[in-house]
């Protein structure tokens, strides 16, 4: 949850700045444009790495989830096996 919140921050404060800065910085409009641009640029690649970030992490979360599975099933059938041969 703390990624989540922390890429809305993010991605919040950058839009906000970048109205604020178009807002209270008159110049020309090409100049205005490419600078907008530009910071829509920023911000696509925040977004972008932000949501790489987080994939990774659900990524490696997920594995390692897999091998706790893996693992528990292995030892059930350990231990299933020893019960079995303890009956026969």
């Not at 090409?30 to 600078?35: F, G, Q, Y």
């Amino acid at each position: 949850m703390k990624t989540n919140k922390t890429i809305i921050g993010i991605v919040s404060g950058l839009a906000i700045g970048a109205i604020l800065g178009t807002l209270f910085a008159p110049d020309k409009g090409c100049n205005t444009r490419r600078k907008m641009a530009k910071k829509g640029n920023d911000l696509k690649n925040g977004i972008k790495d932000g949501v790489n970030s987080l994939v990774s992490s659900l990524e490696n979360k997920y594995e390692k989830l897999a091998s706790k599975g893996e693992n528990i099933i292995d030892e059930s059938k350990s231990k299933f096996g020893n019960i079995k041969n303890e009956v026969e």
